[in-house]
């Protein structure tokens, strides 16, 4: 049997894959990606990509790309409640409620403060394309669809996997130091045998990709997504969700939507086209409706995260460790930044920069933020039950019953006052999925579980609210704060210092013995580390609008060490006497490597120096 070997083979072609083929490809790593499927998605599946995902497609390169096929900033500015769309009653298609999504278009000034990045909105069927061709522009990066894994054993030292070329029907071995599986679980998983533990069946669902014009029946040209509460279904899942895909218009005039329906358990309707495309003309009011329908695609709302998320040399990321009910858009986020965290670790080990105990800090970092993302998944997919209580929907009353629960949203009644009023309240409370910005930006990674966060003593923080606002940080373990600054008149985002694979020292204006120190390290360790000073009046860097003073948490003579992930891993609040000492301890107790004795003097570097 033919034999290939690779530092690193990845299972799996979807979004975690592909972004991990492309970040080890970026590090120096070569890579083999096989996927069983033919192709990339044909089926939109998930489609917003948060602020933090979009930072890592612009290190990538491939974000100007996403962007030119993105939903434009004015057409995902919020999410509506209709009932219906159209028919003869008079409530059809009047807009029950309405609320801001993700920033509002890059409007909101957190979401502004936190990122150069705006959140942007790509089906995965037109998303993957850009990633694997992304991927495909690296030397060190070798993509196989329509190969699959059938079989895997690891020892100490390699991973023997068996794959299948499904066009030729011919089997290899792939011999790599290390795999990932982001294989959405199909495989991998099952393979070394990590269950899943969570909730396997929260709701059946049936999505529909189809083709309309839509234009005459709707307005609000910033809604991106519409919850179709027709008052004869009852509620918001069962009455259908709409979803504007684009791809060359966008609000109501988008050619291509997406269409979610939720069935019971033991519903036929179903698995049935002509059933499921009933029930859409029924959601809409729109009898005589006839889409081009491209794919019908049955599924089912899970919260599952798996039992580890390593096995010996096998990581999991993405669907393959944790999978998320779609509200919010987590899944496919949590599975790059999954990537983010792991492919950095990898190369450092690869490369011997880093010892193999680098490698332990993965699961405990990201198992942590994957299981609460979809804890907040489920909450807000649920919450929308809330929605519907308040609006005074429910499949169990009939048609006329809930026409006039909902009939004092827009007439004037006794009870219109207090209804309006809890409709609206109980809308705002779906900010948990729409205004999630410390769950999908701001999540930390706790020094007392990770060696690769080293605590400086600092309490940690009470949040004012864990998931709806993100508060800027440098405590270790914090993502590093966005701020604009200037170097000879150009001005650039702070992150954007942190080049692919390297660490960044920052220091205050007067920190030239960190910069100095972090310097010789570098020459000394061959590690791939810049320093700069950033300040307000001086340093290498000006902060012109103040807003890395506003939270930097440093004195000017402190700094703080950014790892190649964006995560601050180390601050000091001040100058210390032995700047080289405290650095280069930091940097090894990071990378799990053996300290280094100092050739100058002899003395073993210690983190309390």
Known sequence: MKEIETPVVIVGGGGGGLTASMLLSAYGVKSLLVSRHPSTSILPKAHVLNQRTMEIFTELGVAAEILARSTPAENMKATGWYAGLAGDHDGYGRRLGRLEVWGGGYTDPDF???????????????????LKAGAETFPEATIRFGHELLDLTQDGDEVISTVLDRDTDEQYLVRSRYMIGADGGRSVGGLLG???????????????????????YLEDPDVLIRWLVNPDFGGSWASGVLV??????WGADSEEWVFHLQFAPDDPAAEDPAAILERIRA???????????HHISPWTMQSLVAERFREGRVFLLGDAAHRHPPTGGLGLNSAVHDAYNLAWKLAAVLQGRAGAALLETYEPERKPVDAANVETAVKAAMNHFTIDAALGLSPDNTAEANWAAIRPLWQELPESSARRQAVNQAVVSQTVEFRHHNVEFGYEYDPATSSAVIDDGSPQHEPLDAVR???PSTRPGSPLPHAWVERQGERIALGTLVEPGHFVLIAGEHGQAWVDAAEQIAADRGLPLRAVRVGVLAGDFIDVRCAWLRNREIAPDGALLVRPDRYVGFRSHACVADPYAVLDAALAHILAHELPVDAVNGRQPSLLS
């Open 112 to 130: 502004i403060a936190a990122s150069p990045c705006r959140t942007a909105n790509v089906p995965q069927i037109r998303l993957e394309p850009v």
């Open 194 to 216: 990590i269950d899943m533990a969570g909730e396997a069946n929260l709701m059946r669902m049936v999505s529909t990709h189809l083709s309309a014009d839509l234009s005459r």
């Open 244 to 249: 504007g895909m684009g791809p060359d218009h």
């Open 283 to 293: 959601a809409m009011g729109i009898p005589d409706f006839d889409p081009v329908i």
């Open 469 to 471: 606002l993100y508060e």
